[in-house]
């Protein structure tokens, strides 16, 4: 009885916790290209709602426009954009957060791990992620990743191959603002 009562808890105080999540992530408006990122364009769609499943990873999101409601693939739309003005893009049916885009795009994305296998909760965990472009792949920010995807960078190629270096001092900015991977990616 103990344990029903203990699973009945942790179940209540995650899904409690996915609903804040979805709350808080109300959508303004879609962006239906990366040229319309770029420029800024928003597509409202007279929208009184968006349901974006973070969660499941679906294919669509839910417009309620009107009080109609439409489905929409994520694969034909670029992302959308937040009532707290964060950008975000889908690429296999995952949302990713922007966070820059000079020359790299990146991106963050959260989700839910179990630290201990089999033990204790789950918890949020931010993973970074970059694109050479902000229409190709999606990676993870890793070393290796950035070896592979900028081999004609040299002064980055430098950086990250000196032993002392670590992937995620490139995500420091300096006295300006810019972001360290950004300086050393030379065009």
């Known amino acids: 009885m103990k344990k ?3 699973i009945y808890i942790l179940g209540t105080l995650f899904i409690s916790n996915l609903n804040v999540q979805a709350q808080s992530n109300k959508v303004t408006g879609i962006f239906s290209s990366a040229n ?18 973070v969660f499941l990873n679906t294919s669509d ?10 489905k929409i693939k994520k694969s034909s739309i670029f992302g959308y954009q937040n009532s707290k ?3 975000y893009r889908f690429y296999n049916n995952i949302e990713y957060r922007i966070i820059d885009t000079g020359n790299v795009c990146l991106y963050s994305e959260y989700h839910y791990e179990n630290p201990v ?4 909760g789950m918890i949020k965990v931010e993973k970074i992620h970059f ?6 792949a999606i990676f993870s920010f890793t070393k290796e990743n ?12 430098m950086w990250l191959l000196n032993s002392s ?11 300006n603002g810019k972001l360290l991977i950004q300086n050393l990616i030379v065009n």
Not at 39 to 50: E, H, P, R, T
Not at 131 to 136: D, F, K, R
Not at 149 to 156: A, I
Not at 165 to 175: G, P
């Open 131 to 136: 694109s050479v472009t902000l229409v190709s």
């Open 4 to 6: 029903q009562i203990y």
């Open 36 to 53: 319309d990122f770029k420029a800024g364009v928003l597509k409202s769609y007279n929208i009184n709602k968006i349901k974006v499943d």
């Open 61 to 70: 999101i839910i417009v309620y426009e009107n009080g109609i409601k439409t």
């Open 146 to 157: 950035i070896l592979k995807n900028f081999p004609e960078s040299t002064r980055l190629r």
């Open 117 to 120: 296998k089999g033990k204790g």
């Open 85 to 87: 003005k964060e950008n």
């Open 165 to 175: 270096s670590k992937v995620e001092e490139l995500l420091q900015k300096d006295s």
